[in-house]
T-cell receptor
Framework: KNQVEQSPQSLIILEGKNCTLQCNYTVSPFSNLRWYKQDTGRGPVSLTIMTFSENTKSNGRYTATLDADTKQSSLHITASQLSDSASYICVVNTNAGKSTFGDGTTLTVKP | EAGVVQSPRYKIIEKKQPVAFWCNPISGHNTLYWYLQNLGQGPELLIRYENEEAVDDSQLPKDRFSAERLKGVDSTLKIQPAELGDSAVYLC??????????FGSGTRLTVV
């Protein structure tokens, strides 16, 4: 069964600090992996997309990594801001267009 | 570009009553999805449309849920009758040939 596991479930950090969110998956056949940011009361918004051959991709203060061999991805947030408080969802897609969503990591950035 | 528009944003109904949600996808996006999202969980696919055809409705509880996408543009999702366990956020998303989603803000349904 295709699964996406995210950790930690929730995280609290101080403004300005860095953090790393983890995503492990068993989805096959792998096509790509996306990280989404979901603010409270809003729909998810795509941050990054990574294909099989990509190891690292950055979007401003967000850097995603992918290890296709171990089927792990991480999202690193640098110099966190209060506006980074949100749920971060990892989504893995198959070649057939099927998507498997993780349950997300809820990040709270405190001043 | 307006994005994916959903309405209403919030809905409170009594159990056993019907309810309907509406979604207008991004212009030109042929693929439309309805997702259900419970608190603290990721979205779960209910139904996927390619133009006006429902190509994946395997997770749609067809005894009480129905959806349509007439003319392959906007879509409605209906629940009749609603149950307490249907309380959730209903997200609509669209994409161009399955290449990444753009989500709407969702409809938060509360069944009392």
């Amino acid at each position: 069964k295709n699964q996406v596991e995210q950790s930690p479930q929730s995280l609290i950090i101080l403004e300005g600090k860095n953090c790393t969110l983890q995503c492990n998956y068993t989805v096959s056949p792998f096509s790509n992996l996306r990280w989404y940011k979901q603010d409270t009361g809003r729909g998810p918004v795509s941050l990054t997309i990574m294909t099989f051959s990509e190891n690292t991709k950055s979007n401003g203060r967000y850097t995603a990594t992918l290890d296709a061999d171990t089927k792990q991805s991480s999202l690193h947030i640098t110099a966190s801001q209060l506006s980074d408080s949100a749920s971060y969802i990892c989504v893995v897609n198959t070649n057939a267009g099927k998507s498997t969503f993780g349950d997300g990591t809820t990040l709270t950035v405190k001043p | 570009e307006a994005g994916v528009v959903q309405s209403p944003r919030y809905k409170i109904i009594e159990k056993k009553q019907p309810v309907a949600f509406w979604c207008n996808p991004i212009s030109g996006h042929n693929t439309l999805y309805w997702y259900l999202q419970n608190l603290g969980q990721g979205p779960e696919l209910l139904i996927r449309y390619e133009n006006e055809e429902a190509v994946d409705d395997s997770q749609l509880p067809k005894d009480r849920f129905s959806a349509e996408r007439l003319k392959g543009v906007d879509s409605t999702l209906k629940i009749q009758p609603a149950e307490l366990g249907d309380s959730a956020v209903y997200l609509c998303a669209s994409s161009l040939s399955g290449d990444g989603y753009t989500f709407g803000s969702g409809t938060r349904l509360t069944v009392v």
